[in-house]
């Protein structure tokens, strides 16, 4: 493995820091306070290529591959967390779900509006009775009735949903055969008996959109399966490893943001006559989130890599998503630190960063969850990448 980053590689970050620098922070601020949903820049986001980078370019795809992707999601949550967030699902847990699992016409219909940022999705997985073990409290019901199942449950934390227009969800088919009872559906959102009801989180900024899903027998057409019956947990497994890419190269870019804001007022605030950066117990705290950082940024990078070569990572995209998880949230709470009393003040972002790193470390398997799947890899008990969870389709970017 090459740790030098291609020309080609530089060349993206470069393109998609600009981009942030000059589509999203100038206008962040506004759209959170007015909690303005961001479709516009989600769209101008898809016409870069940034969502299609790991699709072929039949399907509208960028085929920038998967390293690239982790660098772009980096550069853009290294200026906005709130859109950062939109990755998973424009990019990764709905469309490359899709992909990997859907029929021809599902991968037509739907793949190209969502990486190109034309329709938003969301990705109904986690339910009232705890995320951390979504198969064994899934309660959601789907019924073959004629041509279409008929749905009824609740889903809770389903980001975007209440402004999707597409989602993935997952149901059960049949309750008594546990993970293997479990169905997933692509559904629309344009259909009577689903409703969508806004959590407020304004310590995130208000723009993910995370959403309580109410289903009353909710008609899904037998067409829009994914997979076959009973195949969801497998399907959702595969989703949440795809994600797990996107979520460290998130907080990479997040704690490089803490690191930088740390590093500003370690210049300018003056406490006792010294720059508080000369205090030795704050260079503490600056050495270690620059050392954590490069470190949970490589092994972010090493998953990205060998995804583009093709390999299954279930192990590697748990090891960088719990490590880089964990970095951001001590990032974020040295920045806290750094900055004193002004650290909650609205006029320093210090309190969002602090948010989404805690986001970071519970969402798509917290951190609890990834030291069991790893501790129990290491132990020789369960190997991670026993489902050999490849991907489906080939990418000019691959590295053989
Ligand atoms: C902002 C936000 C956005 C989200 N977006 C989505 C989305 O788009 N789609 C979706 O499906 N879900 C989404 N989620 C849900 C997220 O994936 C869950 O919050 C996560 O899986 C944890 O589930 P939980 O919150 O129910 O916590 P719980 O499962 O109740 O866990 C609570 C605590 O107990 C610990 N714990 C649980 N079980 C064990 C165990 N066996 N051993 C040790 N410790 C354990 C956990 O680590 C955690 O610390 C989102 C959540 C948030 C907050």
């Given amino acids: 493995m090459n740790i030098d980053l291609s020309e080609e590689n530089k060349l993206i970050r470069q393109l998609a820091k600009s981009f942030a620098e000059k589509e999203i922070l100038p206008k962040i601020k506004e759209y959170e306070q007015k909690r303005r949903f961001p479709r516009d820049i989600i769209r101008k986001m898809g016409e870069q290529g940034f969502y299609g980078a790991c699709f072929p370019e039949k399907y509208g795809g960028s085929e920038l591959g998967f390293l690239n992707l982790a660098i772009i999601a980096e550069e853009i949550s290294r200026v906005s967390a709130s859109i950062g967030s939109t990755f998973n699902a424009q990019s990764m847990t709905v469309p490359f779900t899709i992909l990997n699992w859907g029929t021809e016409v599902q991968i037509e219909k739907y793949v190209p509006k969502l990486i190109g940022g034309e329709w938003i999705g969301f990705f109904g997985l986690t339910e009232p009775g705890g995320g ?18 008929v749905v009824n449950g609740q889903k ?9 227009d597409v989602g993935l969800l997952f149901a059960k088919t049949d309750p008594d055969a546990g993970h293997k009872g479990i169905s997933a559906f692509i559904i629309q959102m344009d259909r009577p008996g689903i409703e969508a009801k806004d959590i407020s ?16 027998d909710y008609r899904i057409p037998k067409e829009n399966l994914l997979g076959n019956e009973g195949e969801g947990f497998k399907i959702a497994m595969n989703a949440l490893d795809y994600g797990r890419l996107t979520i460290p190269a998130r907080s990479v870019g ?60 279930t192990r590697e995209s748990s090891h960088s998503k719990y490590f880089a998880a964990e970095v951001v949230w001590r990032a974020a709470q040295a920045v806290y630190e750094i900055y004193g009393g002004y650290a909650l003040a609205d006029e320093y972002p210090i309190n969002q960063y602090l948010a989404y790193a805690g986001l970071f470390r519970t969402g798509e398997g917290s951190a609890n969850i990834q030291r069991i799947l790893i501790a129990e890899d290491a132990l020789g008990w369960k190997d991670a990448n026993r489902h050999n969870m490849k991907r489906r389709f080939s990418l000019k970017s691959d590295i053989f």
Avoid: P, W
């Fill in 132 to 149: 951390s073990d979504a198969a064994g409290s899934m309660k959601t019901r789907a019924i073959l009735d004629g041509n279409e199942y």
């Fill in 156 to 164: 809770v934390f389903a980001s975007y949903a209440s402004v999707a």
């Fill in 201 to 216: 989180m304004s310590s995130l900024g208000n723009l993910t959109k995370t959403c309580e899903l109410f289903l009353t």
């Fill in 254 to 313: 997040l704690a490089q943001a803490c690191l930088e804001a740390a590093i500003q007022y370690c210049n300018e605030r003056v406490v006792g006559g010294h720059k508080i950066g000369e205090y030795q117990m704050i260079q503490k705290l600056i050495a270690d989130m620059t050392v954590e950082i490069e470190a949970a940024r490589l092994l972010t990078y090493k998953s990205a890599y060998l995804k583009d070569k093709g390999a299954a990572t």
